[in-house]
Protein backbone atom coordinates (compact mmCIF):
# COMPACT_ATOMS: atom_id res chain seq x y z
CA UNK A 1 0.00 0.00 0.00
CA UNK A 2 1.02 3.58 -0.09
CA UNK A 3 2.86 5.15 2.97
CA UNK A 4 2.94 9.01 3.91
CA UNK A 5 5.27 11.02 5.62
CA UNK A 6 5.56 14.52 6.94
CA UNK A 7 8.59 15.99 8.54
CA UNK A 8 7.65 17.46 12.04
CA UNK A 9 11.21 20.44 13.09
CA UNK A 10 11.33 22.00 16.56
CA UNK A 11 14.41 23.82 17.29
CA UNK A 12 14.73 25.34 21.12
CA UNK A 13 16.94 28.21 20.15
CA UNK A 14 18.68 28.31 23.47
CA UNK A 15 15.60 29.39 25.04
CA UNK A 16 14.96 27.93 28.86
CA UNK A 17 13.67 24.13 28.85
CA UNK A 18 13.31 22.68 31.94
CA UNK A 19 10.99 25.73 32.92
CA UNK A 20 8.77 24.53 30.23
CA UNK A 21 7.85 27.89 29.25
CA UNK A 22 9.44 27.05 25.75
CA UNK A 23 8.10 27.96 22.40
CA UNK A 24 5.95 24.84 21.35
CA UNK A 25 5.98 26.94 17.43
CA UNK A 26 7.57 24.21 14.90
CA UNK A 27 7.28 23.25 11.33
CA UNK A 28 5.47 20.80 9.64
CA UNK A 29 7.24 20.00 6.07
CA UNK A 30 5.41 17.94 3.48
CA UNK A 31 6.23 16.36 -0.10
CA UNK A 32 6.09 18.83 -3.21
CA UNK A 33 7.46 21.31 -0.71
CA UNK A 34 4.82 22.54 1.58
CA UNK A 35 5.41 23.98 4.98
CA UNK A 36 3.72 24.64 7.83
CA UNK A 37 3.44 26.97 10.35
CA UNK A 38 2.29 24.45 13.53
CA UNK A 39 2.18 24.91 17.31
CA UNK A 40 0.44 23.69 20.09
CA UNK A 41 -3.18 24.89 20.79
CA UNK A 42 -3.36 27.82 22.77
CA UNK A 43 -6.43 26.29 24.53
CA UNK A 44 -4.02 23.56 25.45
CA UNK A 45 -0.63 25.16 26.32
CA UNK A 46 -1.16 29.18 26.74
CA UNK A 47 0.45 31.77 24.81
CA UNK A 48 2.93 33.22 24.49
CA UNK A 49 4.74 29.26 24.15
CA UNK A 50 1.84 28.75 21.77
CA UNK A 51 1.48 30.44 18.38
CA UNK A 52 -1.77 31.77 17.95
CA UNK A 53 -1.24 31.67 13.93
CA UNK A 54 -0.21 28.58 13.69
CA UNK A 55 -1.92 25.31 12.55
CA UNK A 56 -2.77 23.09 15.79
CA UNK A 57 -2.82 19.53 15.11
CA UNK A 58 -5.98 19.51 17.23
CA UNK A 59 -7.33 21.75 13.69
CA UNK A 60 -5.01 19.51 11.72
CA UNK A 61 -7.46 16.56 12.54
CA UNK A 62 -10.80 18.03 12.42
CA UNK A 63 -9.28 19.39 8.71
CA UNK A 64 -8.05 15.85 7.54
CA UNK A 65 -11.19 14.22 8.44
CA UNK A 66 -13.11 17.25 6.64
CA UNK A 67 -10.72 17.13 3.46
CA UNK A 68 -10.96 13.68 3.66
CA UNK A 69 -15.06 13.65 3.71
CA UNK A 70 -15.39 16.13 1.16
CA UNK A 71 -12.40 14.68 -1.74
CA UNK A 72 -15.16 11.11 -1.37
CA UNK A 73 -18.37 13.38 -1.83
CA UNK A 74 -16.77 15.05 -4.92
CA UNK A 75 -15.52 12.20 -6.55
CA UNK A 76 -19.07 10.50 -6.24
CA UNK A 77 -20.80 13.19 -6.92
CA UNK A 78 -19.34 13.25 -10.16
CA UNK A 79 -19.77 9.40 -10.53
CA UNK A 80 -23.48 9.86 -10.13
CA UNK A 81 -23.59 13.01 -12.81
CA UNK A 82 -24.09 15.81 -10.66
CA UNK A 83 -22.03 18.92 -11.21
CA UNK A 84 -20.16 20.26 -8.05
CA UNK A 85 -19.50 24.03 -8.54
CA UNK A 86 -18.73 25.10 -4.50
CA UNK A 87 -17.94 23.25 -1.62
CA UNK A 88 -17.77 24.74 2.11
CA UNK A 89 -17.67 22.99 5.32
CA UNK A 90 -17.24 24.58 8.47
CA UNK A 91 -15.90 21.50 10.89
CA UNK A 92 -15.56 21.78 14.36
CA UNK A 93 -13.79 18.95 16.87
CA UNK A 94 -14.77 19.03 20.65
CA UNK A 95 -12.45 17.76 23.25
CA UNK A 96 -13.86 16.13 26.17
CA UNK A 97 -12.92 13.44 28.25
CA UNK A 98 -12.81 9.56 27.56
CA UNK A 99 -12.99 6.66 29.74
CA UNK A 100 -10.05 6.86 31.71
CA UNK A 101 -10.54 10.98 32.46
CA UNK A 102 -7.77 11.66 29.13
CA UNK A 103 -8.41 14.06 27.11
CA UNK A 104 -9.20 12.81 23.21
CA UNK A 105 -11.06 14.55 20.26
CA UNK A 106 -14.75 13.35 21.04
CA UNK A 107 -16.42 14.83 18.26
CA UNK A 108 -16.10 16.02 14.92
CA UNK A 109 -18.74 18.05 13.23
CA UNK A 110 -19.23 18.94 9.69
CA UNK A 111 -21.30 21.16 7.92
CA UNK A 112 -20.62 20.64 4.47
CA UNK A 113 -22.62 23.93 2.25
CA UNK A 114 -22.41 21.89 -1.16
CA UNK A 115 -23.48 24.19 -4.58
CA UNK A 116 -24.69 22.40 -7.52
CA UNK A 117 -24.97 23.25 -11.50
CA UNK A 118 -26.48 21.79 -14.57
CA UNK A 119 -29.21 19.11 -14.64
CA UNK A 120 -30.12 17.33 -12.93
CA UNK A 121 -29.27 18.55 -9.35
CA UNK A 122 -29.74 15.83 -6.39
CA UNK A 123 -31.93 16.16 -4.27
CA UNK A 124 -31.79 16.46 -0.23
CA UNK A 125 -32.06 13.15 -0.06
CA UNK A 126 -29.40 12.08 -2.34
CA UNK A 127 -27.07 14.43 -1.27
CA UNK A 128 -27.60 13.04 1.88
CA UNK A 129 -26.35 9.80 0.79
CA UNK A 130 -23.74 10.43 -0.79
CA UNK A 131 -22.26 12.53 2.33
CA UNK A 132 -23.07 8.64 3.83
CA UNK A 133 -21.07 7.11 1.31
CA UNK A 134 -18.40 9.45 1.37
CA UNK A 135 -17.88 8.96 5.30
CA UNK A 136 -17.69 4.81 4.31
CA UNK A 137 -14.75 5.22 1.92
CA UNK A 138 -12.88 8.14 4.09
CA UNK A 139 -10.37 5.90 5.25
CA UNK A 140 -9.30 8.81 7.96
CA UNK A 141 -12.20 8.25 9.49
CA UNK A 142 -12.51 4.93 9.46
CA UNK A 143 -9.12 5.07 10.95
CA UNK A 144 -10.01 6.82 14.80
CA UNK A 145 -12.58 6.68 16.94
CA UNK A 146 -14.09 9.92 17.02
CA UNK A 147 -17.61 9.98 16.68
CA UNK A 148 -18.08 11.94 13.02
CA UNK A 149 -21.35 13.49 12.60
CA UNK A 150 -22.54 15.38 9.65
CA UNK A 151 -25.23 18.46 9.51
CA UNK A 152 -25.33 19.40 5.83
CA UNK A 153 -27.08 22.76 5.16
CA UNK A 154 -29.43 22.31 2.30
CA UNK A 155 -30.38 25.56 0.08
CA UNK A 156 -28.88 27.45 2.88
CA UNK A 157 -31.64 26.19 5.37
CA UNK A 158 -29.72 24.40 8.76
CA UNK A 159 -30.33 20.82 8.53
CA UNK A 160 -28.63 20.36 11.87
CA UNK A 161 -32.39 18.71 13.14
CA UNK A 162 -31.41 16.19 10.72
CA UNK A 163 -28.09 15.09 12.32
CA UNK A 164 -26.33 11.76 10.88
CA UNK A 165 -24.45 10.50 12.80
CA UNK A 166 -21.55 8.69 11.10
CA UNK A 167 -20.33 6.25 13.43
Same mark, same amino acid.
Given at each position: ?????????? +???????? +?????? %???? $????????????? !??????????? &????????????? @???????????? %??????????????????????????????????????? @??? !?? !????????????????????????????? &?????????? $???????
Amino acid at each position: MAEYTAVIEW +DRGGAPFL +DHRYSR %AHRW $LFDGGVEVAASSS !PHVVPLPMSLA &EAVDPEEAFVASL @SSCHMLWFLAIA %AKRGFVVDAYRDQAVGELARDEAGNLMMSRVTFRPEVSF @SGH !PH !PTDDEQTAMHHEAHDQCFIARSVRTEVRC &EPVYGNVDSR $LSVMPMK
